[in-house]
């Protein structure tokens, strides 16, 4: 863990649920030290099996099962080196990101809600959904922006959380439900999903704009 900070800042985001909760400044380490990432390669943080192998939008994820009863998930591969079922060991290779520089900003998400898993493609964490899913605030913010990008975002509403330097945006949505310039608390409805602009299915699409995150992020999901 000591080499791969040296070559990576990492920022940490605990979630207990992805829509609900957000938190920039605290880190929960694994029981035991893991390296997840070796420059552009995913490693296995211990013995254990892979459970599944997902690809949406040409990334793959990669879901494996510890011996320790975690499983560990790695979202936006470009390619993988291991197919479901395969038993692996600690310290070999599961896949890479072909896309990944010394710039990159590691974020490690860990879900109590193992049923969602979001894929993150560079500042876009994506949850493929049903059109119409009423959506909630992920922290206390004000809406700063409503609009339509016809481009690449479609129908979107952008937040400016209090208090964490960061700007989110709700994309490819159906619906506004709450006017511009509106404070709101964690937990407070404030959009429907869609599929609109660029999207390929129905989904939800955060993009997080952040000093402290930067714009070039990948995700490690850990879940005990």
């Known amino acids: 863990m000591i080499e791969l900070l040296k070559l990576f800042p990492l920022v940490a985001l605990i ?38 192998i997902t690809e949406n939008d040409g990334f793959f994820q990669v879901t494996i099962s510890l011996d320790t009863g975690n499983e560990i998930v790695y979202s936006g591969l470009t390619e993988v080196m291991r197919k479901k079922g395969d038993i692996i060991f600690t310290g070999e290779l599961i896949g890479v990101d072909d896309t990944i520089s010394l710039e990159t900003t590691v974020v490690l998400m860990i879900y109590e809600d193992s049923n969602l898993f979001p894929q993150f493609v560079k ?15 992920i922290a206390d913010g004000t809406i700063i922006a409503h609009g ?45 999903s869609g599929n609109t602009g660029y999207s390929l299915s129905p989904r939800l699409a955060l993009r997080f704009e952040s000093e402290k995150l930067g714009d070039n992020i990948r995700v490690i999901y850990f879940r005990r």
């Open 15 to 52: 979630v207990t649920h992805p829509l609900e909760q957000l938190s920039l400044t605290d880190y929960l380490e694994p029981e035991y030290p893991v390296v997840f990432l070796r420059g552009s390669q995913y490693i296995a943080p211990g013995d254990g099996v892979v459970k599944a």
């Open 123 to 137: 500042n876009d964490l994506i949850f493929h959904i049903d059109a119409g899913t009423i959506l909630y605030m």
């Open 148 to 192: 339509f990008d016809s481009n690449e975002a479609g129908m979107y509403t952008q937040v400016k959380l209090s208090e964490k330097g960061t700007i989110v945006s709700y994309r490819h949505l159906s619906r506004h439900l709450q006017l511009n310039n509106t404070f709101l608390h964690q937990g407070y409805r404030i959009v429907a």
